[in-house]
C-alpha cells in the first residue's frame, strides 16, 4: 500500500488539504487532477468519509 500525505493549508481564510504521496496518477495540470480525483468515488470517499 502506499502512504499518502496530507497537508491541512489555508490562504485567504479558504481552508483546503494538499494530498501528495499517491502513486501512478499522471495529470497535465493540477485543475486536471482536482477534477478527475473528485470524480473518482473511490478516492472522494476515502477523503471524505
Not at 494538499?18 to 468515488?41: H, M
Amino acid at each position: 500500500m502506499d502512504e499518502i500525505t496530507v497537508f491541512n493549508t489555508h490562504c485567504c481564510g479558504e481552508i483546503g488539504d494538499v494530498v501528495t504521496g499517491i502513486q501512478d496518477l499522471n495529470f497535465k495540470s493540477p485543475k486536471e487532477a482536482s477534477s478527475k480525483l473528485f470524480k473518482d468515488k473511490k478516492w472522494r470517499n476515502f477523503f471524505f468519509e
